[in-house]
């Protein structure tokens, strides 16, 4: 059947690439492509997915829009705070492409419904920002055999590859297990620059497309970094690791395997104790507050960098940056071992491995601000900036 002249026209300047042609557009509009994750990343290659005539997107997130989303997921405003994030990109999608097919998963992937939400689509954006949903990702799109569009970011850096089960490495070739919980920061804690995942996301749509069309070199066992600070775009060859539990030549794991979340779970589950508690190892806000009003002799030690300590300072405190703790931390801490001593900062990731390392230097009563400053202004003073 032939294409409509109406759809002839949308897609014209697509169509008159002869690597695409008529049959290119209508395998697009056959497609089904789940994006995990309406984010950063989901929302570039959401939107340009969608343009470019995609017939079912598959919209997985549980999360709400909030403030600080707005500086780089492009698919919200800031009258969206506080809406659904599937809800609202899934809006404004069907009113870019009428003849798109919005599929909503209002849900977190993970290992439990990691199979259930990505059978039946022909190709999975991975925009996720955490590592128990990329492994999760990861392994689902293995045992399903469904191609997997890597993206991540991070401060300046970006990274993209394909993993096409069968054709080259998986995610755990590259990864095998994800870091220990606390170890990695994530944007939140670190920060990105809103532009890079704008770059990530159309790099991760411009694979899906390319693959969906079968043209073009996709970047199937090649690890692309971006580094938007330096604007430098270099390639690492990445090949399939026979012994990979899940792609290798005798594979063990045979259903997605849940891990914690390595970035956003540094010190374990508290939430059973509720929201104040001061323990050996780790304080509340609300906790540390009380304390600090009756007068107790508490050393508070940011650890978050100059210009963050500038926007939303806690007085009184010191600032010494956790890259700059190493060489600071004698001349400046040497003399406060066995004082009582709070780190802190935006969220608590960077304070936990800061005071695990106090700890090894033998200062004896270091605690762990939990939530960092980002709690103290929801739980105790409203007025402190929130970044």
């Given at each position: 059947?032939?294409?409509?002249?109406?759809?002839?026209?949308r897609?014209?300047?697509q169509?008159?690439?002869?690597?695409?042609?008529?049959?290119?557009?209508?395998?697009?509009?056959?497609a089904?492509?789940?994006?995990?994750?309406v984010?950063?990343l989901g929302c570039?290659?959401?939107?340009?997915?969608?343009?470019?005539?995609?017939?079912?997107?598959?919209?997985i997130?549980?999360?709400?829009?909030?403030?600080?989303?707005?500086?780089?997921?492009?698919?919200?405003?800031?009258?969206?705070v506080?809406?659904s994030?599937?809800?609202?990109?899934g809006?404004?999608?069907?009113?870019?492409?009428?003849?798109?097919e919005?599929?909503?998963?209002?849900?977190?992937?993970?290992?439990?419904?990691?199979?259930?939400l990505?059978?039946?689509?022909?190709?999975?954006v991975?925009?996720?920002?955490n590592?128990?949903?990329?492994?999760?990702?990861?392994?689902?799109?293995v045992?399903?055999?469904?191609?997997?569009?890597y993206?991540?970011?991070?401060?300046?850096?970006?990274?993209?590859?394909?993993?096409v089960?069968?054709?080259?490495?998986?995610?755990?070739?590259?990864?095998t297990?994800?870091p220990?919980?606390?170890?990695?920061?994530?944007?939140?804690?670190?920060?990105?620059?809103g532009?890079?995942p704008?770059?990530?996301?159309?790099?991760?749509?411009a694979?899906a497309?390319?693959?969906?069309?079968g043209?073009g070199?996709?970047?199937?066992?090649r690890?692309?970094?971006v580094?938007?600070?330096?604007?430098?775009?270099?390639?690492?060859?990445?090949?399939?690791?026979?012994?990979?539990?899940?792609?290798?030549d005798?594979?063990?794991?045979?259903?997605?395997?849940?891990?914690?979340?390595?970035?956003?779970?540094?010190?374990?589950?508290?939430?059973?104790r509720?929201d104040?508690?001061?323990?050996?190892?780790?304080i509340?806000?609300?906790?540390?507050?009380?304390?600090?009003?009756?007068?107790e002799?508490?050393?508070?030690?940011?650890?978050?960098?100059?210009?963050?300590?500038?926007m939303?300072?806690?007085?009184p405190?010191t600032l010494i940056?956790l890259g700059?703790?190493?060489?600071?931390c004698?001349?400046?801490?040497?003399?406060?071992?066995?004082?009582e001593?709070?780190?802190?900062?935006?969220?608590?990731i960077?304070s936990?491995?800061?005071?695990?390392?106090?700890?090894?230097?033998g200062?004896?009563?270091?605690?762990?601000?939990?939530?960092?400053?980002?709690?103290?202004?929801?739980?105790?003073?409203?007025?402190?900036?929130r970044?």
């Open positions: 059947m032939a294409m409509p002249p109406d759809q002839l026209r897609w014209a300047r169509i008159r690439l002869p690597q695409i042609g008529v049959e290119g557009q209508e395998k697009l509009a056959d089904r492509v789940a994006i995990v994750g984010g950063g570039p290659a959401a939107l340009y997915l969608a343009a470019a005539g995609v017939g079912t997107l598959g919209l997130d549980d999360d709400e829009v909030d403030l600080t989303n707005i500086q780089r997921q492009v698919l919200f405003d800031e009258s969206d506080g809406q994030k599937v809800r609202v990109a809006a404004r999608l069907s009113r870019l492409n009428a003849r798109l919005v599929v909503s998963h209002p849900a977190r992937l993970t290992a439990a419904n990691a199979i259930d990505l059978s039946g689509y022909d190709i999975v991975d925009g996720n920002d590592f128990p949903t990329r492994y999760a990702v990861n392994d689902a799109c045992l399903l055999s469904i191609p997997n569009v993206g991540s970011v991070l401060q300046f850096e970006g990274r993209a590859s394909l993993f089960p069968g054709r080259g490495p998986c995610y755990r070739c590259l990864y297990e994800p220990s919980p606390g170890v990695v920061p994530n944007c939140a804690g670190a920060g990105v620059l532009v890079l704008g770059v990530i996301g159309s790099i991760q749509a694979e497309i390319k693959w969906i069309c043209i070199d996709p970047l199937i066992g690890l692309l970094v580094d938007i600070l330096a604007m430098s775009f270099e390639e690492y060859a990445i090949a399939r690791n026979p012994n990979c539990a899940l792609c290798g005798h594979p063990t794991i045979m259903a997605p395997v849940p891990y914690k979340d390595a970035c956003l779970e540094p010190v374990g589950d508290l939430s059973s509720g104040d508690y001061d323990l050996a190892d780790r509340t806000p609300r906790a540390a507050h009380r304390r600090l009003l009756l007068g002799p508490l050393f508070v030690l940011d650890v978050r960098e100059p210009v963050e300590f500038a939303a300072p806690l007085m405190s940056p700059e703790l190493v060489q600071r004698e001349r400046e801490l040497g003399g406060r071992r066995h004082e001593i709070i780190v802190m900062c935006h969220h608590g960077r936990a491995i800061a005071a695990g390392w106090l700890r090894d230097q200062f004896t009563r270091v605690k762990n601000l939990d939530g960092g400053i980002d709690r103290w202004a929801t739980e105790v003073d409203p007025a402190i900036p970044y």
